[in-house]
């Protein structure tokens, strides 16, 4: 949330806030999205949890970033417990009903 429209970005092992740029099914854009990332690996993989619609109750998700190919690739400087990303948006997909 906090590095919209910056490139190239770093992202922290941990929970993380997200804000939708456009709808995605129901949820409006500017809907907020709560998740986790982790940064083992030469990928992120950043799953959300729960999204936060303006003026709503939290709804509970389960939804993943991606870009191309379904990649985040992390940048070769990126240090332990970081990553450092090209772009600060991605995509995001529902991958299943919330159980």
């Not at 906090?2 to 949820?27: D, F, H, K």
């Amino acid at each position: 949330m906090n590095q919209t429209s910056t490139s190239p970005i770093t992202l922290y092992e941990g929970p993380v806030e997200s804000m939708l740029n456009s709808s995605l099914g129901t949820l409006p854009g500017v809907t907020r999205l709560y998740g986790q990332v982790w940064t083992g690996g030469p990928q992120v993989v950043i799953r959300y949890f729960e999204a936060h619609p303006p003026d709503e109750e939290p709804i509970p998700i389960c939804a993943v970033a991606r870009l191309a190919a379904g990649q985040l690739k992390k940048k070769p400087e990126s240090k332990p417990g970081t990553a450092i990303l090209e772009f600060s948006s991605a995509g995001v997909y529902i991958v299943n009903a919330f159980r």
